[in-house]
């Protein structure tokens, strides 16, 4: 089996491979992009009518001088452990006129396809408010220090309340915003708007109106989701009397919206019961599992006196709540759920729901000698069953110092038992494996390999068989059989492996990729397929030796695998130890400045 250490060089390796509601405004474009910050609002009888941006004079700051090269993140990756010293990331503007107030809240990150990071946050006197608006910060690459804010996005008088911000992966930049009614002081019932960037979120679409109606389920919450099937979702508190969070989806790529809760009656939030459309808790954030079902966090609504947990099969059209193993968290503090690059999921939070008395609660954690203490405050855990168990545990902390952490923070004193107390939590993970997490004020810096120092578990996934394999000769027919092992079988070069239902279960491959369900497939050994090319790649676990054997220009045809194309970024696989031999159709890309790999069809894996 393999240790974390192994398991994490393997999918570091790995991550380099690669609207409208009913009742809301139908049929619209997303138009054509400018730079913009403000824009006009036409409303009647209790709907958005018709927005229009107005061009930026001068160029605000976040659009100024911006690369449009891609980023080369292979050059930037380390598998050595990684934590740095927090930096704030709200600064005030350098720029005369610039909007900026005392409060600065509820912030939402995002990485760029030329290094670039992105934050942005509303920035107000009261959260009341209509003066609240929406200012954003780069952190340019290679750059130590966050650019000085400037305003991002502000309709004259109105609340512009909850902000996220999302990049797909491919190049495009979703901004997701609430927007409260003309004058009035309130974010209680906002309208829904989102924007798109294709050039780095130097320009914008004009603001799109996913939900026209003043409502209480369209407070924006950070933590926009993509599936692997592609559906855009964007979480956004359920607000009045309903203390969950609403789940607006898209399968069109943000053309139109549906939200499944819409009008559905109120959960009671209990444990094992199940009901229409919202998730349990506010500021709620969602992940996909590795069966497509979804899994949630969120704030307040506790059960049994623990964060609750919301589970959905249906892609959240219902959802079944239940108590989760984690402190539940309160007033100026919000969660991060995630799934890392590498497979795992992160989940990070506080000790304490309680900011006013953080050593209320303490917990149990590690630390990079594998020695155990008592800690308080923000703390990172890690699961590698998809959320059963999460055997990781870290106490974010720099070990010392004086913080000002902003919002409802305000100051705290850093030491090796003690870390930020409170803030509203934002995350993303760029493609050299750093997660950047933000708090209301601050930029942590750290990576898995961290996480994982000193945790005295493994990132092992259950033994395949004992048995071995005898190795398969390329040009011969050649079977193996045996109760409890694969069975595989060479024709003309092409093996076929069928993998008995004991022994299915997760594979890890230098590759990456997620495979659910049965390993069952098909490859060709140093072939040229139609569908791109075809190699053999071999290693060992405990040497992490690697070998490429590169195309012989034979040709191979299996028509099971031109069905679909499956991107290698999309999957996660587990070594379960001995040799391995796999090998995998694919064809090539240029993604984010390096060149990635996307299989075609199933892969499959033979032990050795």
Not at 90 to 116: K, M, R
Not at 164 to 189: E, Q
């Amino acid at each position: 089996m393999l240790d974390t250490k192994a398991s994490l060089r393997l999918a570091t390796w790995a991550m380099f491979l690669l609207p409208t509601l009913a009742g809301a405004v139908g049929g619209q474009d997303f138009g054509k992009p400018l730079t913009y910050r403000h824009f006009d609002v036409e409303e009647a009888d209790g709907r958005v009518r018709s927005v229009a941006p107005a061009a930026a004079d001068p160029t605000p700051r976040w659009a100024r001088d911006v690369s449009q090269e891609r980023f080369d993140w292979a050059k930037q990756r380390s598998e050595e452990p990684f934590f740095a010293r927090p930096v704030p990331f709200v600064l005030p503007p350098a720029d005369e006129g610039e909007t900026f107030y005392s409060h600065n809240h509820q912030p939402s990150i995002t990485w760029l396809p030329n290094g670039d990071l992105l934050a942005i946050w509303y920035s107000t006197r009261s959260e009341y408010g209509p003066v609240l608006t929406v200012v954003a910060s780069r952190l340019r690459a290679g750059k130590k220090t966050w650019d000085p804010c400037s305003e991002f996005f502000k309709a004259p008088n109105r609340n512009m309340h909850g902000s996220s911000i999302f990049h797909d992966g491919h190049g495009t930049i979703y901004h997701f915003n609430g927007m409260a009614p003309k004058g009035v002081a309130s974010f209680r019932k906002l309208a829904l708007l989102m924007r798109s960037s294709t050039d780095n979120s130097v320009t914008w679409t004009p603001p799109m109106v996913i939900d026209d109606r003043f409502v209480a389920r369209n407070q924006v919450i950070s933590g926009t989701l993509k599936t692997k099937a592609g559906v855009l979702m964007q979480n956004c508190d359920a607000g009045g009397v309903v203390k969950g969070t609403a789940l607006y989806i898209s399968h069109d790529k943000g053309k139109t919206w549906t939200d499944p809760g819409r009008d559905k009656p109120a959960p009671a939030f209990k444990d094992g019961e199940t009901a229409e459309g919202t998730i349990a808790g506010i500021h709620a954030k969602v992940v996909e599992l590795g069966d497509g079902r979804l899994l949630a966090l969120g704030r307040g609504a506790t059960i049994n006196e623990r964060m609750p947990m919301s589970i959905s099969a249906d892609l959240g059209k219902t959802w079944t709540y239940q108590a989760s193993p984690f402190p539940p968290i309160g007033g100026g503090q919000r969660l991060v759920l995630m799934r890392l690059r590498e497979g795992p999921l992160l989940f990070v939070s506080f000790s304490s729901g309680n900011r006013g008395k953080p050593e209320a609660n303490g917990m149990t954690f590690t630390d990079q000698n594998g020695n155990q203490f008592t800690g308080h405050g923000m703390y990172a855990t890690v699961s590698f069953d998809d959320g059963k168990t999460w055997p990781v545990r870290k106490l974010l902390t720099p070990g010392e110092g004086e913080f000002d952490g902003g919002a409802w923070t305000k100051q705290f004193t850093a030491t090796p038992t003690r870390a930020e107390h409170a803030g509203y939590l934002a995350a993303t993970q760029t493609p050299d494996g750093v997660i950047h997490l933000i708090s209301s004020r601050l930029h942590y810096r750290f990576n898995l390999a961290w996480l994982v120092k000193g945790s005295t578990k493994k990132a092992t996934t259950k033994k395949i068989g004992s048995g071995s394999v005898r190795r398969l000769a390329r040009a011969s027919r050649s079977t193996a059989k045996s109760r409890g092992r694969p069975i595989a079988e060479t024709r003309r070069g092409a093996t076929k492996v069928a993998v008995p239902a004991e022994l299915q279960t997760a594979w890890t491959t230098p590759l990456g990729g997620r495979l659910t369900g049965p390993l069952i497939g098909a490859w060709a050994v140093g072939g040229f397929c139609p569908y791109g090319s075809s190699w053999l790649t071999r290693y060992r676990v405990g040497t992490q030796k690697w070998r490429s054997i590169p195309d012989t220009g034979r040709s191979f045809r299996d028509p099971a695998w031109s069905s679909r194309s499956l991107a290698l970024e999309e999957q996660h696989f587990t070594v379960a130890g001995r040799d391995i031999q796999l090998a995998v159709r694919s064809d090539h890309a240029v993604e984010d400045g390096r060149r990635v790999q996307r299989v075609l069809g199933k892969p499959a894996a033979v032990l050795g």
